[in-house]
């Protein structure tokens, strides 16, 4: 990915982190965010199919959300707006996590659709 390209996906982001302050409440967090030229390394292993992960340490209320941005280079802006704000929802509902991340990733993936259609309804 150029360097041109690549500051075209962080600046999608960016805009996301921006509309989303506010209203899913980020400024409670301290966020890192990450950008990577391809796969992300999670728990020591390549995530391949991940277009983000989010890793939390709600105790503190410090999370790391990476970003491949191959993978979200292909995603609408919808699509990429909604996989936006999964990746909050993991920040926001992780202490809850109990054993394998399927409930968890249901929950997140609802509460996305959730907040992103009421934005649509709303009008942004
Ligand atoms: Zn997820």
């Known amino acids: 990915m150029t360097g041109k390209e690549s500051k075209?996906?962080?600046?999608?982001?960016?805009?996301?982190?921006?509309?989303?302050?506010?209203p899913l409440r980020l400024f409670e967090w301290d966020i890192t965010w990450k950008y990577v030229d391809g796969d992300l390394l999670v728990d020591g292993a390549l995530a391949e199919d991940a277009a983000a992960v989010a890793t939390v340490d709600w105790r503190y209320r410090h999370a790391t959300i990476q970003w491949n941005l191959r993978l979200i280079a292909a995603q609408s802006d919808d699509e990429l707006e909604r996989i936006f704000v999964h990746e909050v929802m993991h920040v926001q509902v992780n202490e809850m996590r109990e054993g394998d991340l399927h409930h968890e990733e249901r929950v997140c993936q609802t509460l996305a659709l959730c907040f992103t259609d009421m934005a649509r309804r709303l009008g942004d």
């Open 8 to 22: 075209r996906q962080i600046a999608r982001i960016k805009a996301l982190r921006k509309k989303w302050y506010s």
